[in-house]
């Protein structure tokens, strides 16, 4: 329980079986009474058992699925258990669980409730192409959600009931999908977004890539994924 | 004349693999039919290409054969496209059944963990109530 609402934190995990212990762990120690289910997305490795025996509910795909697949399952997951608030938070351990109850805060006049980096809190940063993706998101995805948006690539997210159930039915797992298309979809009927700044620490296994030829491509894909969210119903 | 034996065979041979295949049940009805729609009008044309001379003069194209080969590639272009769909849709189907089956298999490890803990408090309850009788 957060304020009265019965709170489920989604880890959506791949081969994380590094950091997802301690992850689980953090979230279990910040947030007594709160509910963690880690859905592996197919790993190769131990990450279910490690999962299971940090203490969190585990749900394991057969195969891997994406990022939106592993949180469409989480949606699922809670809708059927009845919980008030679920909260997507990544398994690398760049999240803070201590802001949690900030975000859970925030959904009580919204719908959807966005951890986001570059917005005063904490030190990130990034430049060339990734950062044209993300000045472009962020400026389109603005004007369709109507409030700022800076991070909208975040898997840092907070969702109501109402929310909940619309990604539990609907869900895309593409590339993307999930955090851009997602918050075109919501936006446009009607939800209300908000974001809040958060601090990201270091990723506490695995590293980011830094390949110039990597993040053109990223910014083309990102593209192609905005345009096509728009023009989808 | 020789050309005419070799299209013509093609399209024979095409025409009996198909049947096989559906008589073996490895290709659905649909797709099946479709294919030997398609070679009932392909083998009489390999036979006599220039059936189509006359149509083709009204579109404005100079030879049948043109014709054919324009509309064949339409056709299959058409045919990727609709199995691009279908894979899809395929995907789609067994998302959902890998969702379906992970939260199933989440509920009945939530219910083993469960019988497990109450059957160690069964044990430790009444293993207390054999050390009191004892004592």
Redesign the interface.
Known sequence: MVNGKRVLIIIPALNESGSIADVVGEVRGELPGVDVLV?DDGSTDRTAAVA?AAGA???????N?GVG?AM??GY??AR?NDYDVAIQIDADGQHDPRYVPKLVDLLDDNDLVIGARFAGEGDYSVRGPRRWAMVMLSGVLSRVAKTKLTDTTSGFRAANRRVIEMFAGWYP?EYLGDTVETLVHTARRGYRIRQVPVAMRKRMAGTPSHSPAKAMIYLGRAFAVLTLALIRR | MKLTLVTGLTGLILLATIVELLRRRQLREKYGMLWLGVLVIVIPLSLFPRLLDNVAGFFGVVSGVSLVLFLGIVFLLLVCVHLSWEVSALEEETRTLAEDFALLRAEIDAERAARLADGAQVTAATRDELVSHDG
């Open positions: 859905v299971a509910r585990v749900a394991k795909l057969p195969y699925l697949g469409r399952l699922r997951y059927d797992a």
